[in-house]
T-cell receptor
């Protein structure tokens, strides 16, 4: 079975632009989470979506938004890009919402975003 | 607030030597604990996880970790390191606040010398 896939693999944008990152979860997984990993740091939680609804949000500004589609794939949108948004953006999927289970999150390879 | 501390930014061990990576967490309830490995340019791969039960957890690639509630620790060990183990290792805690999220430590970079 295919793992979590993300596109594009690399992206270069300039300050003030908008970017859309895409994620396809493992087949059968209904939960998708997004993380930002700045160079030299651990990943930081941005969003969790389950059954097309936002279930959790990290400490990120409103410039960051996301959505989940009926096929459980997801998009992460970032508006008005800043230099500090340069990072590896990771998507993770899991079977359920993990509210009372021992689900594991499976991570994709990430999208490397560079803002110039 | 939940947090994870990995005291060692980087560690160098000789191939064949034993390894221990330290991790301390802060979480009010029974934690869900994880160790992930990230090779350069790669995503995160789960090595092992602890949810409940036996405090010594076996993982993939010969890794194990021990949960010690009294010390709020979840250290990762391997008896004999291989050159291919060189990577970044992240300890993480799962938190049920505002949805389920994984809170990661800053990571420990492992270097393996021949």
């Amino acid at each position: 079975d295919a793992g979590v896939t993300q596109s594009p693999t690399h992206l270069i944008k300039t300050r003030g632009q908008h970017v859309t990152l895409r994620c396809s979860p493992i087949s059968g997984h209904k939960s998708v989470s997004w993380y930002q990993q700045v160079l030299g740091q651990g990943p930081q939680f941005i969003f969790q979506y389950y059954e097309k609804e936002e279930r959790g949000r990290g400490n990120f500004p409103d410039r960051f938004s996301a959505r989940q589609f009926p096929n459980y794939s997801s998009e992460l949108n970032v508006n008005a890009l800043l230099l500090g948004d340069s990072a590896l953006y990771l998507c993770a999927s899991s079977p359920t919402r993990q509210s009372a289970s021992t689900d594991t999150q499976y991570f994709g390879p990430g999208t490397r975003l560079t803002v110039l | 607030a939940q947090s994870v501390t990995q005291p060692d930014i980087h560690i160098t061990v000789s191939e064949g030597a034993s390894l221990e990576l330290r991790c301390n967490y802060s979480y009010g309830a029974t934690p869900y604990l994880f160790w992930y490995v990230q090779s350069p340019g790669q995503g995160l791969q789960l090595l092992l996880k602890y949810f409940s039960g036996d405090t010594l957890v076996q993982g993939i690639k010969g890794f194990e970790a021990e949960f010690k509630r009294s010390q709020s620790s979840f250290n990762l060990r391997k008896p004999s390191v291989h050159w291919s183990d060189a990577a970044e290792y992240f300890c993480a805690v799962g938190a049920h606040t505002g949805g389920f999220k994984t809170i990661f430590g800053a990571g420990t970079r492992l270097f393996v010398k021949a």
